[in-house]
């Protein structure tokens, strides 16, 4: 069977202990980076033999796995850090599993995106979860669709782009848009900073972040004008 494992995006202690008992009970882990996985195996004292699993050889070694899967092995997939197949690899490999009848069992787990949208005051009632942008051509169809969506949404976006992304948003959602951007999730030097779009915009200029960034954005609510009160 096929484990989708979360790893924890900050702190280590996020970890679960059924996690850290399956790490080491399967065949074999599956890495995004094997290099970072090996620093979290070692913290843990966990041997378990590694291989490579990213979006550049997904396709490539998918029928492999799924061959030794289906003769009984039982293998471990993990990212570099939070959940398999939120905005990292595994979505191939579950749907190839589901559909040659291979069991695929989830841990619940660390996942960036929840602690940032319950944390950042927000309603979280309903919401949509965007991911990551398109990094140049359909960047603003997409900030454009979601800017027009009743409910929260969020994004991911990486440190470089962020300055710019927070622009375009104040400039289409407008700028006393509410909205939370967390970085560093679970770790030491967790921010978490809610104000209206344009007041982050002057927070974050000029300011160096690391890591990957959540984006929560509180839904379009459309003004009635005075005709439609009366």
Do not use: W
């Amino acid at each position: 069977m096929l484990y989708l494992i979360p790893t924890p995006v900050g702190n280590l202690e996020d970890i679960t202990l059924r996690a850290i008992r399956l790490l080491k009970e399967v065949d074999l882990i599956l890495a995004e980076d094997t290099r970072t996985t090996k620093k979290l195996l070692t913290h843990f004292e966990i041997d378990t033999p590694l291989r490579s699993y990213h979006i550049h050889n997904e396709h490539k070694i998918q029928e492999d796995l799924l061959a030794r899967l289906e003769t009984g092995a039982s293998f471990a997939l993990v990212t570099d850090a939070g959940t398999p197949g939120i905005s990292d690899p595994g979505f191939l490999l579950v749907r190839s599993c589901v559909r040659q009848g291979v069991k695929v069992v989830p841990l619940p787990g660390a996942t960036a995106f929840v602690p940032a949208l319950v944390a950042s005051g927000i309603p979280c009632d309903k919401f949509y979860f965007e991911g990551f942008l398109p990094h140049k051509k359909g960047k603003k169809t997409r900030l454009d669709f979601l800017a027009a969506l009743p409910n929260t949404f969020v994004l991911y976006e990486s440190p470089h782009r962020i300055q710019k992304t927070l622009e375009q948003l104040s400039e289409i959602c407008g700028g006393d848009r509410l909205a939370c951007v967390a970085r560093e999730i679970s770790k030491l030097h967790e921010e978490i900073v809610t104000l209206p779009l344009a007041k982050l915009v002057d927070a974050f200029k000029g300011k160096k972040v690391k890591g990957e960034l959540v984006v929560v954005v509180a839904g379009h609510t459309p003004t009635k004008n005075k005709a439609d009160k009366a």
